[in-house]
């Protein structure tokens, strides 16, 4: 999967495309505030909101 993805383009460009091996644990949130300020950072396509989204670099 991992190297099918890093094969992918669009309009030209490729993905960065990198395998995390951190554990994740169930049942964490964030807080209110830590939510808002990733949406910021978020761009929503109005047609698509919940699937086409850009994400701004910090």
């Known amino acids: 999967?991992?190297?099918w993805t890093q094969s992918m383009t669009?309009?030209?460009i490729q993905?960065?495309?990198n395998l995390s091996h951190q554990i994740y644990h169930?049942?964490?949130?964030l807080t209110k505030?830590?939510?808002e300020a990733i949406e910021l950072r978020?761009?929503?396509n109005?047609?698509?909101p919940k699937w086409d989204?850009?994400?701004?670099?910090?």
């Open 1 to 3: 999967m991992l190297a």
């Open 26 to 29: 169930k049942g964490i949130s």
């Open 46 to 48: 109005p047609n698509l």
């Open 53 to 58: 989204i850009f994400i701004r670099p910090c």
């Open 33 to 35: 505030k830590a939510i």
């Open 15 to 17: 993905p960065i495309v």
């Open 42 to 44: 978020l761009l929503r």
């Open 10 to 12: 669009w309009k030209g």
